[in-house]
């Protein structure tokens, strides 16, 4: 009596393999999957953080593995031939079926890595990680905050908030988060029983605390339409962070992107000492690197991000404001 076979999927293995051998390099398949969504082979090594000549070496070995081109070279670019777009449809197809297929046997960490800066980190996203953490338990984040330009590839950064004008990188996905309107904001007890909204007069005899944007000037001649008085007491501090503690501290007049200091507005420790504002080109964007398909924890971390910042600016309403012109 023949024994029967103990390891079924062992033969499935050994049928398969020499089906296999046909296959081209998995690296040459992944270089051209990438550079053929951005139709770019720069932005394509910026997604893998390899170099434009290793994306272009491993598209070469590929056609010649296949013996077909697969892209037009061109001045401006590359494009699709009439077979690489066809082949690049069933290529992507198959690694979307490769993610899931990980995905089902192999949970993806929950770990969220995200860059911001230290006035965006102390003034908006600390006070709102218990939301975070009430909507998603089971994410780790992990906040860098520095003023420095990150990598996304070389430094981990999964996501990352700056100011920031349009248009962006072909590969990277911005979505606007607050728009950067400056209001000037004091402690109570600093503007004592002066009625509000200050003149110009006496706003001049109040200090005047200075970021490293150095607004002032343009936001008094925008909002109160003088000139910026040359004399009057000014304290310079290096972050907007720092301009808005002082605020609070009743040390003088900061201008800070409304949204930073709406808590503090709600909750009485500050005041708004004039009615205008002044609109800045310099938005506050949520970046990530372009990708077909995403971890879902950095998924649901820009979906978080992008509907309690919307929250947020609707509940600041509307004001008069000036137009800062870059």
């Known amino acids: 009596m023949a024994e029967s076979n103990q390891f079924p999927c062992l033969e499935k293995i050994g049928f398969l393999l020499p089906r296999t051998t046909g296959l081209p390099p998995l690296n040459g398949l992944r270089a051209f999957d990438v550079a053929g969504r951005h139709l770019n082979f720069a932005a394509a090594a910026a997604e893998l953080g390899v170099t434009q000549g290793a994306i272009a070496q491993q598209v070469r070995g590929l056609e010649a593995h296949l013996g077909l081109r697969l892209f037009e070279r061109g001045p401006r670019g590359v494009s699709f031939t009439a077979i690489g777009r066809a082949y690049h449809e069933q290529v992507g197809r198959a690694f979307a079926l490769l993610l899931e297929a990980t995905a089902r046997v192999k949970p993806e960490p929950s770990r969220v890595t995200i860059s911001v ?160 504002s002044l609109r800045g080109d310099r938005d506050f964007h949520l970046l990530a690197v372009r990708a077909r398909q995403r971890r879902p924890a950095v998924t649901a971390v820009m979906d978080w991000l992008l509907t309690t910042s919307a929250a947020g600016d609707q509940a600041g309403g509307a004001c008069e404001d000036q137009m800062l012109e870059g």
């Open 117 to 276: 800066t230290p006035t965006f980190a102390a003034k908006w996203l600390i006070p709102n990680l218990p939301h975070l953490a009430q909507a998603h338990p089971d994410i780790d984040l992990r906040v860098l905050a520095t003023e420095s330009l990150l990598s996304f590839h070389a430094d981990g950064i999964d996501l990352a908030i700056r100011q920031a004008r349009a248009p962006f990188g072909a590969n990277i996905d911005a979505r606007l988060l607050f728009a950067q309107e400056i209001i000037a904001v004091a402690a109570p007890a600093l503007v004592g029983r002066d009625d509000l909204p200050l003149t110009s007069d006496r706003l001049a005899l109040l200090p005047l605390l200075q970021d490293t944007h150095n607004l002032w000037p343009v936001f008094w001649r925008a909002v109160l339409d003088a000139d910026f008085p040359r004399t009057g007491r000014r304290t310079s501090l290096s972050q907007t962070s720092l301009s808005i503690d002082a605020a609070l501290a009743g040390q003088g007049v900061a201008l800070a992107s409304r949204f930073l200091v709406e808590g503090d507005l709600a909750a009485g420790r500050l005041v708004r000492v004039l009615e205008g």
